[in-house]
């Protein structure tokens, strides 16, 4: 067959004339908010543009739509994702509830306490706290949750079946310290994960006899969980699944899991900004946006699969999809821990966290902090620009922050424009060497989540960059064969 050679751009190539033998199309609403949030992902600056300009830019992107700048603007206030007036945009704070947390060990809040108002509940400090001191340590979540994603290799013994953690230890020492179960291939990396996963023999052995657990129920709740990525689904069947085994301490766990702040996911899913790459819902978890009822009608049915009498302890669909939105609002990192869930959200924090291997959460103070003022944490990334800080606590917590920073943030758009804004911590500079890095004085993204004054970055407006660079693999030009 006879061939031609030609030069085809690749470089800042004319979209136009991509496009130009194509026929235009018209993108329908779901089309144009995920291309919207996924640019947003990709360039985040470009949240913080005006509507026109945002505009422009997804017309240079998607040159064969069909949209008019009318059509676009519609579409985008009535998915909450541009307004001109916030107060107007969808929240569902207001909705949440909660009710009093029974049985708050005193040994642990020595130096909180839990109040209840307005805001539902808070934590304050009871004694002035010097910045770095421990305020709480929770030992263990509410219920481990073992990572969905990692349920396959605990399923062959390759990572530990309650804590994920990849496993390194040989098999002789697995059989001499009984770290093995009897009954399947799964394998735990210490005794007291495998003291603590009571709920394996019920959901994992097909065979076991309880009426209130069907082995082989769960276990297809279970794939279709793993199928559909529904992290809170498979969450919330754990924790209900602990609560029928554990005769002691089960009725401890569910009535502080139904005091923990809840709100029906069926609600939140109105919020949600994109089903797309780049979409913040419950991005937190891992999960997509599931919006068909019938998938959740399905989880459902597999859930009471697993659980026989579920629907005659009064749990319905409704209740079902409560105790999902329940999870996906108190979670952190996969766990749900009982005293962190009373900590209310603020982009400049008090507190920060850490969680260690085995799951257990210590709060240390960021600031020196008085007696009786809020303990604040942040639900999302500090060094977030406004735009999406505030679009992420909508989204996920159904609420627009007016934090000081927030207000600040915002005054300064108006004045000047977008600007980036780092936290840098003063204890990032010193001399002290930590164990944790090989130089102190160059800190990485933890640190700069601790406490420091915040200043602004400047981005000059002519770097001296006056074109696009060529290709560090391609000229302008490729040559190609092409059929004649």
Not at 77 to 92: I, V
Not at 100 to 124: A, I, N
Not at 286 to 300: A, D, M
Not at 402 to 415: F, G, H, Q, S, Y
Request: proline share 4%.
């Amino acid at each position: 067959m006879p061939l031609k050679l030609e030069h085809l751009l690749l470089n800042d190539t004319d979209r136009k004339s991509i496009f130009a033998a194509e026929d235009s199309v018209t993108p329908d609403e779901k089309e144009v908010c995920d291309d919207v949030v996924l640019l947003w992902k990709q360039e985040p600056s470009s949240e913080e543009l005006d509507i026109s300009k945002l505009y422009a830019k997804i017309k240079a992107r998607n040159q064969q739509w069909a949209l008019p700048e009318e059509r676009f603007k519609t579409i985008l206030a009535n998915h909450n994702l541009y307004s001109t007036d916030s107060s107007q945009l969808f929240t569902y704070a207001d909705q949440v509830t909660s009710l009093e947390t029974p049985d708050l060990p005193d040994k642990v809040l020595k130096k909180g306490e839990v109040r209840y108002g307005s805001r539902g509940k808070s934590l304050y400090a009871k004694v002035h706290l010097k910045q770095g001191e421990l305020i709480f340590s929770e030992h263990d979540p509410l219920t481990p949750i073992p990572p969905l994603d990692k349920t396959a290799l605990a399923e062959k013994g390759r990572s530990c079946s309650l804590c994920g953690l990849s496993l390194t230890q040989s098999s002789h020492f697995t059989i001499m310290n009984g770290l093995d179960c009897q009954n399947c291939s799964a394998v735990w990396c210490s005794k007291s994960c495998k003291k603590i996963d009571t709920t394996h023999p019920y959901l994992k052995h097909p065979m076991s006899k309880n009426k209130k657990i069907d082995g082989g129920g769960w276990l297809k709740f279970e794939a279709f969980c793993k199928e559909q990525v529904i992290t809170s689904a498979y969450s919330v069947g754990l924790i209900y699944a602990r609560v029928l085994v554990e005769r002691g301490d089960g009725q401890r766990i569910w009535s502080r899991f139904k005091s923990l702040a809840q709100v029906s996911q069926k609600l939140r899913i109105k919020a949600a900004d994109s089903s797309n790459i780049g979409g913040t819902f419950d991005a937190s978890n891992g999960s997509p946006l599931v919006e068909s009822r019938s998938t959740w009608e399905r989880c459902f049915d597999l859930f009471c699969g697993a659980f026989p009498t579920v629907e005659s302890e009064g749990i319905d669909l409704d209740t079902f999809l409560t105790y999902i939105g329940k999870f996906n609002i108190n979670q952190l990192s996969g766990q749900l821990y009982t005293i962190y869930s009373h900590l209310n959200h603020n982009c400049e924090p008090n507190v920060r966290y850490e969680i260690d291997s085995k799951m257990g959460l210590k709060v240390f103070a960021r600031k020196s902090i008085d007696a009786g003022q809020e303990l604040l944490t942040t639900y999302v990334n500090p060094l977030h620009g406004v735009m999406l800080r505030r679009r992420e606590l909508r989204v996920n917590w159904g609420f627009l922050c007016d934090c000081n920073r927030c207000i600040n943030d915002l005054e300064k758009r108006k004045v000047s424009g977008p600007s980036v804004h780092l936290t840098i911590p003063s204890s990032c500079v010193n001399t002290q060497r930590r164990k944790s890095s090989l130089k102190a004085a160059r800190p990485d993204l933890s640190e700069l989540l601790k406490n420091g004054q915040e200043f602004d970055l400047e981005i000059p407006n002519n770097i001296g960059v006056t074109s696009r660079r060529k290709s560090v693999r391609f000229d302008d030009k490729v040559m190609a064969a092409v059929e004649e």
